[in-house]
């Protein structure tokens, strides 16, 4: 398994709720976990993936995601099955959607 | 004045006649028993003939191919095959066994392997690569068959065959053979008294042998819905909107990818939507899809006319004659000439998938170690030159290609075909779909060809879709724009990251590159709910039981 | 529009079997509870281990529920996923809910970690008829893409009742593992008609092993699992002398069959061969006048 952690700008995501997992650990796909935690303007992604030698393709995925969404504040860990970026960078964005249908505040 | 010339104008009849001499002499008449099959291909097959093995991606004269792989060598060898597909491992093994040394064909699928390793061992010479097209049209030149080996489904008491679903090929076949001084030896499933057509009439056929099973036919086109991902709807939601109703494409063909097969299952519900039926997608050069079936029962679809068949589809077809091509008794006539003449000038967009695509847009199948062909891809996957009958979307594809002015000053205006790639920017294994160079290019010396093996040359592209968005080729100024336009849809391939972003952002304000948010599409609406039908069994149900699909893509 | 049960995920079948927002989970992901054995192997972990387990409400009455994700590994049981099911019933036993729900979406025992998942799956078989003896009603809902296969096929035939969809499949030995102990000839695991005609949902209730059978659809799941939250339970040596009984007929009756039709046409189907394509409600007419009684 190869590990990549990084720590991006990005807008404050303006809910607030408990853990959200999203996404199933199967071939070709990935789960995310969701948490609050960092700073409101820092996103936190670790990524743990069995596809090894593609992290400037994550490097690229994970700073265009950080960029377009209101990830700040949140810590997202995924468990990655050798996703494409196309599967990754949907999933993120499923995540936040469904981290702002069902936030508490 | 030259003296008249003294030639014996009828030596190939008489030598044809000689052959057919000799098996008389054996015994053997037009019905052969299956058990002397191999006797009578050592007694009309000569050395150095050309031989057709019929053959596509569907039905195979299998059994005999199998009898040709049984000959002696010392009797019959150096055969020069002209064959649409090697697909049969017997195919290979008649070059490895030294009965046949020289091919000329279209496809080999699953032989692509071995079929290299011969070409390494120069057990076999490749005298070109074709599409179906150019390969039935130099039967008719310089690749004349002196035996064809058919196969049919049954044959009547006078000896006329009925093809049944999947003639497929065997017309053309027959016709060069046949009239140009050749023997035509068929396969056929059984005997009946009557036949519920003609196809082939009894003249134009030697021989005919019952095969101990019936011949092989691959379901090659039925695509289960349970694999379509949200991916492959996305991109699907952007050709319907961004293209189908953009020219208003009513003739076309589709490639046999899930990628297509997810459009096919769009049409009746986010095509629907967007208010698209009867504008688009009314006239197909189509094999009897069983994806097509929620668009054909939704009033989608007024004509399809087909390459071959599909298993299973046959009832289906039967009860649909306003929309497929069929005979008295109902069964689908499929006929892969006139099928892939249909899909060159009658269509206006042709889309398909590949394996890689490089910055021209040139693409190819073609990867290292296998040798597979082009099939039909290009006679479809081409502007359709000589195409004169005008509609709206072959017009307004021109337009735009006089605005991007690729062919210098386009004074005289003209219509262009829509030529589609479709392609997620990686495929499995994360292998990008885009490449700075296609592994064509070193396939092309150990073939033994002057030039790389391309399947859509890029100039005949108008379009690339991803899942990033559409790249209009024919709205860019230079090969420098084309590039970035390319790169632009590329992902996160090193193509892709290899963007310079300024230009690609000017490109999109100018619409040369469309994203799905352009579009009005929202990404999170790509979902599989959107199919019409989500597994084999609503394709059962969307036909009102009519489809019958192999056990192999059963879930019931 | 109706949601495939097949299709969904183990959260989303969840989400939809219960009642809306009363879903309150047991170790969730966030406790990160993986598995220790993967972790050593460097495969892939799931923060839930394959398996979501928690208490909610079923048309009001209160249950406990598990659901298994049949895209992780197959849904196979290890010793995490294995311990967080144990967890659930015994906790069932001093609870007592109106029942126990098991979305069952398994292959059997993780290989990876074979002898925690091997022990896991005698634990629960005997944990599960420890609850059906305190009264603690079991169901389990078979209708996932993975089937309901080896160890966990044995633990869902411990059930009080089984609700099943034509698509779903339960066995004791997969199709590949069939096919690679016995051979192509026994069983061709990639011919997909045969493996429904044997396994799936419609032969599981023509043998009276389903009790229940619906279309492939979350709310016909739900609605079949509320209506037996009323259905008989509590489990008494008279009750397995019956099964006993009851299995030993069926060895009798069918032990020379050699596929599923046969049995369908000694149980007095008609048409046997038509039995696969028929709709749901057909099915029924025909299967309900002489399936065996469960």
């Known amino acids: ?105 | ?556 | 529009m109706s949601r495939s049960y097949y299709e969904a995920s183990a959260r989303e079948r969840l989400a939809g079997v219960v009642d809306a927002g009363s879903f309150h989970e047991f170790v969730p992901p966030a406790a990160r509870v993986t598995s220790p054995h993967l972790a050593q192997l460097d495969q892939p972990v799931a923060f839930d281990d394959g398996v979501v387990v928690g208490r909610a409400t079923l048309a009001g009455r209160p249950v406990l529920v598990a659901a298994q994700e049949g895209g992780f590994l197959g849904g196979a049981i290890g010793e995490v996923h294995g311990a967080k099911l144990l967890g659930l019933i015994e906790r069932a036993r001093t609870e007592r809910p109106a029942a126990l729900l098991f979305l069952f979406d398994s292959g059997g025992v993780r290989l990876h970690e074979a002898n925690a998942g091997l022990v896991a799956v005698s634990e629960l078989i005997r944990a599960i008829l420890r609850a059906r003896r305190d009264g603690v009603r079991c169901l389990g809902l078979i209708g996932g893409a993975g089937g309901c296969f080896g160890g966990t096929g044995l633990i869902a035939r411990c059930c009080d009742r089984l609700v099943m969809s034509e698509e779903g499949r339960l066995a004791m030995s997969g199709p590949e593992v069939i096919e690679t102990a016995r051979g192509v000839e026994e069983f061709d695991s990639r011919d997909r008609a045969l493996v429904w005609r044997v396994t799936g949902g419609k032969h599981r209730y023509l043998l009276g092993e389903a009790d229940r059978l619906v279309e492939d659809d979350v709310d016909q799941f739900r609605a079949a699992a509320a209506d037996l939250l009323d259905s008989e339970a509590g489990l008494t040596l008279a009750a397995v002398e019956r099964e006993h009984a009851r299995l030993q007929q069926r060895w009798q009756r069918f032990a020379d069959c050699d596929d599923a039709p046969e049995i369908w046409q000694r149980l007095g189907v008609d048409n046997p061969a038509e039995v696969p394509l028929l709709p749901l409600d057909q099915f029924l007419a025909v299967a309900d006048g002489c399936r065996s009684a469960p």
């Open chain 1, 1 to 105: 398994m190869e590990h990549l952690d990084y720590e991006l700008p990005s807008r404050p995501q303006p809910h607030r709720r408990e853990p959200l997992l999203v996404g199933v650990v199967g071939s070709g796909n990935c789960e995310l976990l969701l948490e609050g935690g960092p700073p409101a303007d820092r996103c936190r992604i670790s990524i743990k993936t069995s596809a090894h030698g593609f992290a400037p393709i994550w490097t690229a995925v994970v700073a265009d995601f950080a960029a377009r969404a209101a990830a700040g504040g949140l810590q997202i860990e995924i468990n990655d099955v050798g996703a494409t970026p196309a599967v990754v960078s949907l999933r993120l964005d499923q995540a936040i959607e469904a981290w702002e249908e069902s936030a508490n505040v």
């Open chain 2, 1 to 556: 004045m030259n003296a008249p010339l003294h030639l014996p104008w009828d030596s190939l009849r008489r030598r044809r006649d000689g052959r057919l001499a000799r098996a008389k002499a054996l015994g053997l008449d037009k019905n052969v028993p299956a058990e002397r099959v191999v006797q009578l291909l050592e007694t009309v097959i000569e050395p150095g003939d050309r031989v057709c093995l019929e053959g596509n991606n569907q039905k195979q004269a299998d059994f005999l191919a199998r009898a040709l792989a049984k000959v002696d060598p010392q009797r019959v060898h150096d055969l020069h095959l002209v064959q649409s597909v090697v697909a049969l491992a017997e195919h290979v093994a008649l070059f490895e066994q030294g009965i046949a040394r020289e091919l000329d064909f279209s496809f080999s699928g699953p032989q692509g392997t071995r079929l290299a390793a011969l070409v390494g061992d120069g057990k076999i010479r490749i005298n070109a690569i074709h599409t179906y097209l150019e390969l039935f049209a130099r039967y008719f030149v310089d690749l004349t068959p002196n035996v064809a080996l058919i196969a049919a489904e049954a044959v009547d008491d006078e000896g006329n065959l009925y093809t049944g679903p999947n003639t497929e090929d065997t017309p053309a076949i027959v016709e060069a053979t046949a009239f140009k001084n050749g023997i035509v030896i068929a396969q056929v499933n059984e005997r009946r008294q009557t036949l519920p057509r003609v196809d082939i009439p009894a003249g134009w056929v030697n021989y005919v042998v019952v095969a101990p099973k019936p011949n092989y036919i691959e379901p090659l086109f039925t695509r289960d819905p349970a694999l379509i991902s949200e991916i492959q709807v996305l991109m699907a939601m952007l050709v319907i909107k961004g293209i189908y109703a953009e020219y208003g494409v009513k003739s076309l063909n589709h490639g046999i990818g899930f990628d297509t097969a997810a459009i096919e299952l769009l049409l009746p519900t986010y095509g629907e939507s967007l208010g698209l039926k009867g504008k688009v997608c009314t006239h197909w050069a189509l094999n009897p899809h069983p994806a097509l079936i929620p668009a054909i029962e939704a009033g989608f679809v007024q004509s399809v006319h087909s390459f071959g068949s599909e298993l299973g589809m046959e009832r289906y077809v039967a009860a649909r004659p306003d929309v497929f091509f069929t005979g008295a008794d109902g069964s689908l006539r499929s006929n892969r000439a006139f099928c892939q003449a249909a899909g060159h000038y009658a269509c206006d967009l042709f889309i398909g998938s590949t394996l890689q695509i490089d910055l021209a847009g040139n693409s190819s199948t073609a990867t290292k170690g296998r040798i597979t062909g082009f099939g039909g891809a290009p006679n479809m996957g081409a502007d359709a030159r000589g195409r004169r009958h005008e509609s709206a979307a072959w017009l307004k594809a021109g337009t735009e290609a006089a605005q991007g002015a690729q062919h210098g000053a386009a004074a005289m205006p003209r219509g262009r075909k829509l030529v589609v790639q479709m392609v997620e920017t990686f495929r499995e294994h994360m292998a990008p779909a885009f490449v700075e160079r296609l592994d064509a290019w070193d396939l092309a010396a150990p073939m033994g060809l002057a030039n790389p093996p391309v399947m859509i040359y890029g100039d005949d592209v108008t379009h690339i879709v991803t899942e990033e968005g559409i790249a209009n080729l024919l709205l860019c100024r230079d090969l420098a724009e084309r590039e970035q336009a390319i790169r632009g849809v590329a992902g996160y391939t090193e193509v892709g990251l290899g963007r310079d972003r300024a230009k690609v952002e000017e490109l999109r304000a100018r619409g040369v590159i469309r994203r799905a948010e352009d579009l009005g599409i929202a990404r999170r609406m790509a979902s599989r709910d959107l199919l019409a039908a989500r597994s084999v069994k609503d394709l059962v149900h969307a036909s009102g039981g009519l489809y019958n699909p192999p056990s192999r893509f059963r879930n019931w």
